[in-house]
Each structure stands twice: as C-alpha cells, then as structure tokens.
C-alpha cells in the first residue's frame, strides 16, 4: 500500500512538472519583443576587429534590426546571410535566447599580413591563406610585403611566414616590411637596427630568424644595432654582416 501511494506521489510530482514547464514554455506572448542584441566573438584575442555597434549598422542598413521587433518575426536565418558578406567574418551562426535576445556568434577573418605588389596589386592575407580586399578595415599593425608578387607566392610562401610572425611575439614585433626581390630572394626591414635583413629564399626561414636573434641577444647588444647596414642569413650556419659604408 505505501509503495502505491509513493508511486502515486511520483506519478502526480512528474505530471506538475510537466504541466508547468509546458505552462512556462507556451506561456510567453506571442508578441514579444526583442530587448537587446548580443555579439559573441569565438576569438576574442582580435575583439576588435568586429563590434557590436558595427554589426548593429549593418542590420540597421539592411532593415533587418532585430532589437524592438517582435521574437516570432525575426528570421535569424536571414541575418546570418546578411553577416557573411562582411570581408572580416568568417562564419556567423544567430539565433534567440530564452530572455528576449538576439545572439550573434561570430568567427573573425583575422589578416595576418599587408600585400602592396610591385605590379600593382594591393590585399591582405587571413590567417587561412584567403585573400581579403584592400578596403577591410584592419585595426591590427601588420607587417607589408612588398616588391615581386605573384598571388601564388603570396597565398603559400607569406602565408606561412605570416602565421609565423603571428605566433612569434619577438619577430612579429621586430618585421616591418618584407620586400620580395625579382629572383624569388627575400629582404626583411626591421622596426629596430639600422640594417637590411636578407634571407635569400624562403626555406628554412625559421632557422635562420632563430640564428639571427642568438646573434642579436649575444653580437648587436655588445657592438651596437646600427653597426651593419646589412645582416646577410643565405647560407646555412654562418652570419655575413656588411659594416656601413662597405660595399657587398
């Protein structure tokens, strides 16, 4: 008998729960209105690439502004349209919350480097190897590529030394321009030191940066950093400088 009456309980205690979550859920008006719109960045290392207020005045300039119109007439779906021609967004997924709002979840194109070809051409590089057009608005201080570049080259060889210079916070911050010479043949300019960088091809250009920071830490900061007018990497495991005023 105790054991009916406790299943009874249960049985009536699940039935109550079930009536006021269908309750809760059917119990919103129909006519309820969007009260605010939240932008959710998944990298927020490049916050401020893409804001709330701009993603607002696309809405606005599209007549689709979610925020005062009512939940059951905003179609997420078509903001989402809307948001992926944006030059810096990657992906975007929208959708409604429970408590009236509008999020926005969005994944960044992040350019990673400045392309200003001798030929003419003029873009930026993401941090996929996409080309991005010259107007994006780009808060970040990047690193230009200049000089002999062909978008093959650009899309590949910079690609990779550009996520290198991302991940790098010491080179990231010493590389200012990287000109490409009409041999395939590499100059880097540095923010600090009167001196031209020259890493010859492309291969192994990681070891040799490392090569030159060790010659930096232990040769520039005892002699000077504006002692050479060129710092030559070529050739494995040597260093060739060129004092100012000699001649290569």
Request: glycine letters at 6%.
């Amino acid at each position: 008998m105790i054991k009916r009456i406790l299943l009874l309980t249960v049985m009536l205690l699940l039935a109550a729960y079930l009536l006021l979550a269908m309750t809760t859920l059917n119990g919103k008006p129909a006519d309820q209105v969007c009260r605010d719109l939240e932008l959710i960045l998944k990298d927020t290392l490049h916050a401020g690439f893409i804001t709330k207020n701009e993603v607002a005045d696309i809405l606005q300039k599209k007549e689709i502004y979610p925020v005062g119109s009512k939940m059951e007439e905003i179609r997420t779906g078509i903001i989402e349209e809307e948001l992926s021609d944006h030059p810096l967004i990657d992906q975007v997924e929208c959708y409604k919350t429970p408590n009236g709002k509008i999020a926005i979840e969005v994944t960044q194109r992040i350019p990673i480097l400045r392309i200003m070809s001798r030929n003419g051409e003029n873009y930026y590089i993401d941090n996929k190897g996409a080309v991005m057009p010259p107007d994006t608005k780009c808060v970040a201080h990047l690193a230009i590529a200049t000089g002999s570049i062909e978008k093959s080259f650009a899309m590949r060889d910079l690609y990779n030394f550009g996520v290198f210079l991302q991940k790098n916070k010491f080179w990231n911050a010493q590389i200012e321009q990287i000109h490409i010479l009409s041999g395939g043949e590499v100059e880097l300019v540095p923010r600090v030191g009167d001196h031209i960088i020259f890493l010859g091809n492309m291969d192994r250009f990681e070891k040799k940066l490392s090569r030159l920071k060790t010659f930096y830490e232990k040769g520039l900061n005892k002699v000077g950093w504006n002692k050479y007018s060129r710092i030559s990497l070529e050739f494995d495991n040597q260093i060739i400088c060129t004092h100012k005023g000699e001649t290569r």
